[in-house]
């Protein structure tokens, strides 16, 4: 599996306010480039806390990309994938709107009766992991089901979580003219943060997109 990570951030590293509200960071040329990205990818993934927070939909605005895609015979929109290890997933996400087909990554944790409620809703559920989500398990679980190209929104927790188990193949990163300040507030990689063994990235590009720029770098696992 192909796995590229895609965030906006402020000119400070941050995603959002320590409130962790949806803060519009990028512009319109930059949110063509992601419609673009999800409409070459397989599925869209993001962490619960984005959900909760934003409640995206995740599905491809561009009409014409998304014919593309139902004449080259794949759904009309990628797939979309939520892990949430704390099971905190409300059955009435957007996510769950029957747009395209939902996976949702838990625990082994996970109570009977929120699978079902999940089911109920419409997601395919995968289990993997004692306490937290088993990244390297589910993912290959979802190459099994035919993603081959993973495109991942955040958030930092699931992105740190990604970087730590070395899945990370690319990450497109638009720097936007903003400051928002705050040790609280959520970063491009947070979870435990690293002490040594640190990722290593190669810059594969930088161009500037509205009042920001967009650094692509390639990973190294």
Same mark, same amino acid.
């Given at each position: =599996? *192909?796995?590229?990570?895609?965030?906006? =951030? &402020?000119?400070?590293?941050?995603? &959002?306010?320590?409130r962790r509200e949806?803060?519009?960071?990028? !512009?319109?040329?930059?949110?063509? %480039?992601?419609?673009?990205?999800?409409?070459? &990818?397989?599925?869209?993934?993001?962490?619960?806390?984005?959900?909760?927070?934003?409640?995206?939909?995740?599905?491809?605005?561009?009409?014409?990309?998304?014919?593309?895609?139902?004449?080259?015979?794949?759904?009309?929109?990628?797939? $979309?994938?939520?892990?949430?290890?704390?099971?905190?997933?409300?059955?009435?996400?957007?996510? @769950?709107?029957?747009?395209?087909?939902?996976?949702?990554?838990?625990?082994?944790?996970?109570?009977?009766?929120? #699978?079902?409620? =999940?089911?109920?809703? !419409?997601?395919?559920?995968?289990?993997?992991?004692?306490?937290?989500?088993?990244?390297?398990?589910?993912?290959?679980? @979802?190459? !099994?089901?035919? #993603?081959? %190209?993973? =495109?991942?929104?955040?958030?930092?927790?699931?992105?740190?979580?990604?970087?730590?188990? &070395? @899945?990370?193949?690319?990450?497109?990163?638009?720097?936007?003219?903003?400051?928002?300040? !705050? $040790?609280?507030?959520?970063?491009?990689?947070?979870?435990?943060g690293f002490v040594?063994?640190?990722?290593?990235?190669?810059?594969?590009?930088?161009?500037?997109?509205?009042?920001?720029?967009?650094? *692509?770098?390639?990973?190294?696992?």
């Amino acid at each position: =599996m *192909h796995v590229v990570v895609n965030a906006a =951030m &402020s000119a400070d590293g941050k995603l &959002s306010s320590r409130r962790r509200e949806q803060i519009e960071i990028s !512009g319109p040329t930059d949110f063509d %480039r992601v419609d673009q990205l999800r409409a070459d &990818s397989d599925a869209v993934m993001v962490g619960v806390g984005t959900v909760l927070a934003d409640d995206p939909s995740l599905t491809i605005d561009d009409p014409d990309r998304r014919a593309a895609r139902t004449e080259r015979g794949e759904p009309e929109n990628p797939a $979309r994938v939520v892990a949430d290890s704390r099971v905190r997933t409300p059955p009435d996400a957007t996510v @769950l709107d029957g747009r395209a087909q939902t996976y949702l990554l838990v625990s082994e944790a996970a109570p009977p009766d929120f #699978i079902e409620e =999940m089911e109920d809703a !419409g997601a395919y559920v995968i289990a993997a992991g004692r306490d937290r989500v088993d990244l390297t398990t589910t993912l290959a679980k @979802l190459e !099994g089901e035919g #993603i081959d %190209r993973l =495109m991942v929104e955040g958030g930092g927790e699931l992105i740190f979580g990604l970087f730590e188990e &070395s @899945l990370v193949d690319e990450l497109f990163v638009y720097v936007g003219p903003k400051i928002i300040g !705050g $040790r609280d507030a959520p970063t491009l990689a947070d979870g435990d943060g690293f002490v040594e063994d640190f990722p290593e990235l190669e810059l594969a590009g930088v161009e500037r997109v509205d009042d920001g720029v967009v650094l *692509h770098w390639t990973a190294e696992n």
